[in-house]
């Protein structure tokens, strides 16, 4: 692997420390500057090309990476890519169309510009909207990077208060940020929402509400043909043990909830004044 090629795999750009530690000369990567394979960036920095955009200005900045710029990196779930780059800067001097976050805490990434996982999640906390903090929160607790324990040990105190009560909508499981989003806008609702829930018949379902409605929370696979026949006949199971089976997708949850919990209550209120019935819609007999 020669040193353009190393460089693609650290997003594009390095430190001289990290590229030395992988054998690479101070003549080699000279000689590279010079035949146009790399760039140096400044003083200890070098890049490729296409390198990555946010990596170079947190390079250039001098600082980290964090909050959600810093999501990516660790596989954690956004709702919206961030408009404005987000840096923890060492030299604290504010920069323009960047967001600004204290100083960092916990061991950092350990090649890229980017700060640890921990110190993401406490900025990301106390900056995002409540939702958008949720998601990476629980995907942060579903990837076993950290606890709710740890996050509520490092936001005492009553100034964060309304950011400690976010940990509250984190849940033991969610396979996906559409889950805890749901389960948010359904227990707010006052409904009985049990998650992941085993039905004869049909297998583990996202949602059980108040005993009868079965939602499921479809991703992007589920528009493939072999899995809309099959979430059909989970469908059919469903309704053969009694449930009624309701679907929803990324759209609806994320930018429809309202409209998604309005349906679920319309549903449940048919099914308590008893318009299931089958007797409800038989047509009167013709005249004779």
């Not at 947190?58 to 954690?76: E, I, K």
């Not at 923890?88 to 700060?115: D, N, Q």
């Not at 992941?196 to 108040?210: F, K, S």
């Not at 429809?256 to 299931?276: K, S, T």
């Amino acid at each position: 692997m020669d040193v353009s090629q190393f460089l693609v795999s650290r997003h594009g750009a390095a430190r001289t420390e990290t590229l030395r530690k992988a054998g690479f000369t101070r003549r080699a990567l000279t000689k590279a500057v010079n035949d146009g394979a790399i760039a140096r960036l400044h003083r200890g920095v070098y890049t490729s090309a296409n390198a990555d955009p946010d990596v170079v200005a947190a390079f250039r900045a001098d600082g980290l990476l964090t909050c959600v710029s810093a999501a990516r990196f660790y596989g954690l779930w956004i709702l919206e890519n961030a408009e404005q780059l987000h840096l923890s800067c060492s030299t604290g001097l504010a920069r323009r169309r960047v967001v600004h976050h204290g100083a960092c805490t916990h061991p950092v990434h350990p090649y890229l510009p980017v700060a640890g996982v921990g110190d993401v999640l406490l900025h990301a906390m106390r900056c995002l909207p409540e939702l958008e903090a949720l998601v990476m929160a629980q995907s942060a607790v579903s990837q076993a990077f950290l606890s709710t324990g740890f996050l509520r040990r490092k936001l005492p105190g009553n100034r964060n208060g309304k950011v400690r009560a976010v940990l509250d909508l984190v849940l033991p499981r969610a396979d996906s940020l559409l889950e805890v989003l749901a389960h948010t806008h359904f227990t707010r609702a006052g409904l009985l929402v049990q998650m992941h829930v085993d039905v004869p018949g049909v297998g583990e379902v996202d949602c059980l509400i108040n005993g009868c409605v079965m939602v499921e929370l479809d991703g992007a696979t589920h528009f493939e043909p072999k899995q809309v026949k099959k979430d059909q006949y989970r469908n059919n199971a469903g309704l053969r043990g009694g449930l009624i089976p309701l679907r929803y997708y990324y759209a609806d949850v994320v930018y429809n909830p309202q409209r998604m919990v309005d349906e679920v209550l319309d549903v449940l209120r048919n099914w308590e004044d008893g318009r299931y019935s089958p007797f409800r819609y038989i047509a009167s007999p013709p005249p004779s």
